[in-house]
């Protein structure tokens, strides 16, 4: 019989190994007393181990390999795999299906199955379980205390804010992918140095923008991801910290205008280079903004086209497009950024020269 067993053997279910063992006795014509002789096992143990009320340990499973041919690491391996089963169904039982649900019911799930983030299953535990591994924590208890430590200064519109929880997620899943690219130590110097070739991008189209932005930026040491936005959210951009080396700025590209997208950019760029690491900064659309936003809404103003050039330039009230062209010309970048920029500082009506901006979505990564 030993030469017809798979060494390889690894079921997919978990089952005592009590239960394999019996079948081994009865195919062998032994009875529990004749394989505890063999094994050198006491009868009691054999039967306790059958009954499923005691384990295989290690030195039990070499003797057992032995008589019965099957590797003693299957035995151990089953003997494993019914623990690990055993204490999930006592975590399970324990936290109840309610709880489970109403804690479910605080994130996106659907949205995060749509993703590919949760399985398509309609079991609850499955669900728990593999939100619980995205956010890399070992029960809600573990959430709850990682998300208090967690600093972030949030931007919020006053009249719309995103749920904590999925803020949560977005920062998240911005982590997940920064992690999948090769990042340099973060350098200030370099990344400021880099700003005059960040903005020969903006007049290219996305296509060709996007990995010279992605490369750029990592040799300074930020990952730049796009991550889509949640439904429900209003989330445009975020800068935080992976680990004290390497920074993460992610883009919603919510607008899908280029002038949104490369002033978002360059803001949070700004919270890399003027303020701590200990704070992750997120950013709502048409939100309230403390100093710190002030602080970074005017770098971006003065790397991108430059404050006071921008202040001559409204004042001189423009209001065509060759106007804006022109001005875009002198400091390098594209018009529709100029269009925003005066549209955000009351220069033109909304509805103007919207034509200059140019729109796009980045391709999946």
């Known amino acids: 019989m030993a030469d017809e067993v798979n060494a390889d053997f690894a079921p997919d279910w978990a089952v005592h190994p009590g239960e394999l063992l019996e079948e081994y006795i009865e195919t062998l014509g032994l009875s529990q007393a004749e394989l505890a002789r063999r094994a050198d096992l006491t009868p009691k143990l054999v039967n306790t181990i059958i009954k499923g009320s005691n384990p ?10 032995r008589v019965t041919g099957l590797k003693a690491y299957v035995w151990t391996r089953l003997q494993d795999e019914w623990d690990l089963s055993e ?15 109403n804690w479910l019911e605080k994130f996106p799930t659907r949205e995060l199955k749509k993703r590919g983030i949760l399985p398509k299953s309609d079991d609850l535990h499955v669900q728990r379980d593999a939100l619980l591994s995205f956010f890399g924590v070992a029960n809600e208890n573990a959430y709850t205390e990682w998300d208090s430590r967690l600093a972030i200064n949030y931007r919020t519109s006053p009249s719309h804010s995103s749920s904590p929880e999925c803020l949560r997620v977005w920062l998240q899943l911005a982590k997940r992918d920064a992690e999948k690219l090769r990042v ?8 400021l140095a880099c700003i005059p070739d ?13 990995p010279q ?31 004290q080396e390497q920074a993460v700025v992610a883009l919603s590209l919510r607008h899908k205008t ?14 890399l280079c003027l303020h ?57 970048v594209h018009p529709g950024i100029v269009v925003g920029m005066l549209q955000h500082h009351g220069a033109l009506p909304w509805s103007h020269l919207n034509d200059l901006k140019d729109r796009f979505e980045f391709a999946s990564t």
């Open 56 to 65: 295989v340990e290690a030195k039990t499973a070499v003797m057992l390999e």
């Open 87 to 101: 204490t999930r169904s006592r975590e399970h039982s324990a936290q109840g299906v309610s709880a489970i649900s």
């Open 184 to 191: 340099d130590k973060f350098d200030k110097a370099k990344l």
């Open 198 to 210: 960040l903005k020969d991008l903006t007049s290219l189209k996305a296509e060709v923008f996007q």
């Open 213 to 243: 932005l992605t490369e750029i930026c990592a040799s300074a040491g930020v990952a730049v991801v796009p991550v889509p936005p949640l439904a429900g959210t209003r989330l445009s951009g975020a800068a935080f910290w992976h680990g």
């Open 258 to 271: 280029n002038d949104h997208f490369w002033f978002t950019l360059f803001h949070e760029l700004g919270h």
């Open 276 to 332: 701590g690491r200990n704070v992750a900064f997120v950013d709502d659309d048409k939100a309230v903004g403390s100093e710190v936003e002030k602080e970074a809404d005017d770098w971006a103003e003065d790397q991108l086209v430059g404050g006071q050039r921008l202040r001559s330039f409204i004042a001189s009230r423009p209001k065509s497009k060759a106007q804006v062209r022109r001005f875009a010309t002198s400091v390098g």
